[in-house]
């Protein structure tokens, strides 16, 4: 007895493994390829939203500069400098503390503002410095010392 198998049924065909792998070798490369990208985008949107909160807390400062004839350090809403760099203290990238600039300088001369990031970074940035004279620097992990010129802190 002879079988035929109809045209239609062997016409119907499905993938081979083979190609199966191959399709997820390729999306497991694409992926390698996009997802560092993708991070290194995030933090530099994370660095580009402290750097403008800094930029805001020292504007905040000048004015009360304008006001006082000196720099303020106080916390919270007592003389209005912005302590976060985002919209809420919650969703920020970093937070933003002001005192004195180093060098035994008094806050009638010089106050410096440091933004701490919240989330790690990939380049090692964990604070962003810039004081009233203009001078802006940062700190990388596990440095204790703020250096200058990197071009990721400040570009």
């Known amino acids: 007895m002879n079988l035929k198998v109809p045209s239609a ?9 083979i190609e199966l792998m191959i399709t997820v070798a390729v999306v497991g490369i694409l992926a ?3 997802y560092p990208a993708y991070t290194n985008q995030i933090a530099k949107g994370r660095r580009a939203e402290c750097r403008s909160g800094l930029y805001q807390a020292m504007q905040q400062q ?3 500069y304008s006001q ?3 720099y303020s350090t106080a916390a919270g809403s007592a003389a209005k400098i912005r302590q976060f760099s985002g919209d809420t203290a ?8 002001s005192s004195a600039c180093p ?8 106050v410096l503002l440091e933004g701490t990031m919240v989330k790690s970074d990939p380049a090692g940035i964990t604070h962003l410095r810039y004081d009233s ?6 700190r990388l992990n596990g440095s204790t010392t703020a250096t ?5 802190c400040w570009p």
């Open 90 to 97: 919650a969703g920020s990238s970093c937070t933003i503390t």
């Open 133 to 138: 004279n203009g001078v802006k620097t940062c």
């Open 68 to 70: 006082y004839n000196a």
């Open 148 to 152: 200058a010129g990197n071009r990721d």
């Open 32 to 34: 390698a390829i996009a």
């Open 9 to 17: 049924a062997r016409s119907i065909r499905g993938f081979t493994l």
């Open 103 to 110: 060098g035994g300088e008094a806050l009638s001369a010089c």
């Open 62 to 64: 000048e004015r009360y």
